[in-house]
């Protein structure tokens, strides 16, 4: 596999580079110089195949020779080993629940394939790996466990002082070992942009080995296009042959790896982007004017990203043509208030606790079929978060009725262990190059 900078075509790094590095020079993203279809024969007899085997095929279809066959199934079915599954809610509406890993988020499936591979390619006696990750909510809790107890390898967890759940916050600050959190008095992109000015730091890239475990790094993304296979599969067993996605979207990258499984042939019929009010993608889709702006809160805190950085890779793998972007993507936004009536709402009429990002792409998914009622594919929204991990959220009325995973119970009780930082980069670096 090799790979190319969003800034500069002409780059060529090898995978393991892409990993380590996660962010060229030129602040640009990797992305494939080849993106492979898979056999016809494959698409064809999907629902043959068990989820593992899907992902392997996707893998070995991407990466090639990077990692041996052998050595890849190995990693492939320690990191992916909980299910995903499509549940149907009527005839032609489903939810791909992700929230089923240890940390109870989407974001599972890519932490810990990325924990294993560099930890594959890691040798005995190298410099540590020191790991910078930004997160507005979940993305945190799931590197901190994909990574935690990885031998030569470090993780900083960068999160916005009071707008990560309790039970987001515990998960990112409670783990000990080889983990640490710092709260940043800002917003989400102030915490990755911190995260970025570190990567080009020509003082702390001469001291540390830094890498990347936010959806910038490329070994996120590719485990991420298994499910959308996955799904599918599911759903061709249940007669589909068509089908839209409708994805959570805040920084871009999960949708980017659906876009991405597009490109290899799988059959998917539109994506639709369902945001919060930090609606830079919607808007962008209704004017053609890209415009970043700065993130506010909401109740779907992990979509609070007013600068998505995955959006050059949509628009790279659609070269820049917003016309086949547009054909392929649909986009809409709903405000705190249509989030919490849409919660209710699917909770009365499927009995179906949605946490807030969850419920927005539902939204999503009613909104297309009003405006395409005549449109018999399934349409399935992506549920990328355990409802528990956002009680405050919830009317007391549905909020007596969740059922806690037994993740949570370890995380009661623990003390919170963090380092309070304001926004400014010296601040960071300088905690960044006295830790010892």
């Known amino acids: 596999m090799r790979l190319y900078s969003t800034n500069n075509r002409d780059l060529r790094v090898s995978f393991q580079e892409a990993v380590f590095n996660s962010m060229p020079k030129d602040k640009g993203l990797y992305m494939p110089v080849e993106i492979p279809r898979l ?9 043959q195949y068990s989820f593992q085997e899907i992902a392997y095929r996707v893998a070995s279809a991407l990466l090639g020779d990077e990692i041996p066959y ?4 190995s990693i492939i079915n320690e990191a992916i080993n909980f299910d995903a599954p499509v549940v149907k809610l009527d005839k032609q509406t489903f939810v791909l629940e992700l929230f089923h890993g240890p940390s109870l988020a989407f974001k599972d499936f890519g932490a810990r394939l990325m924990s294993r591979i560099m930890g594959y390619f890691l040798q005995d006696g190298e410099q540590l790996l020191d790991v910078l990750v930004a997160t507005s909510g979940d993305t945190g809790g799931a590197v ?3 990574f935690l107890g990885v031998p030569n390898t470090r993780v900083t967890i960068l999160y916005p002082k009071g707008k990560v759940s309790d039970v987001q916050e515990l998960q990112l600050t409670t783990n000990g070992q080889n983990i640490r959190a710092i709260s940043i008095d800002g917003t989400f992109d102030d915490c990755q942009a911190l995260v970025k000015q570190a990567f080009a730091n020509e003082e702390l890239n001469a001291k540390f080995r830094l890498t990347s475990a936010n959806s910038i790094n490329i070994a996120r993304l ?9 799904a599918y599969a599911q759903l061709k067993r249940q007669g589909f042959s068509e089908v839209i996605f409708a994805v959570p979207s805040g920084n871009f990258g999960n949708i980017g ?21 930090n609606d830079t993608v919607p808007r962008f889709l209704e004017t053609g004017v890209y415009q970043t702006k700065p993130s506010v809160q909401t109740y779907a805190n992990a979509m609070d990203v007013g600068a998505p950085s995955n959006w050059v890779r949509i628009m790279d793998l659609f070269n820049g ?11 809409y936004r709903f405000t705190d208030e249509e989030t919490l009536q849409g919660m209710e709402a699917i909770f009365k009429k499927y009995g179906y606790m949605a946490c807030p990002h969850t419920a927005i792409a539902w939204l999503a998914v009613e909104a297309y079929v009003q405006e395409n009622p005549e449109d018999e594919s399934a349409k399935v929204f992506l549920s990328t978060a355990h409802a528990c991990k956002f009680p405050e959220v919830f009317p007391e009325a549905i909020r007596e009725k969740l059922i806690l995973p037994a993740q949570l119970g370890s995380l009661q009780g623990k003390a919170k ?13 300088q905690y960044l190059l006295g830790y010892n």
């Open 39 to 47: 056999e016809q024969a494959f698409i064809d007899n999907i629902e």
């Open 257 to 277: 790896a659906g876009m991405l499984a597009y490109k290899m042939g799988l059959p998917v019929k539109r994506f639709i982007a369902a945001t919060n009010s």
């Open 144 to 146: 901190a466990l994909g």
């Open 222 to 230: 590719v485990p991420q296009a298994f499910y959308y296979f996955n």
């Open 321 to 331: 043509d917003i016309d086949k972007l547009k054909a392929m993507l649909k986009a």
């Open 417 to 429: 262990q963090y380092k309070a930082l304001d926004r400014d980069f010296e601040s960071f670096k």
């Open 70 to 73: 052998a050595d890849l199934r």
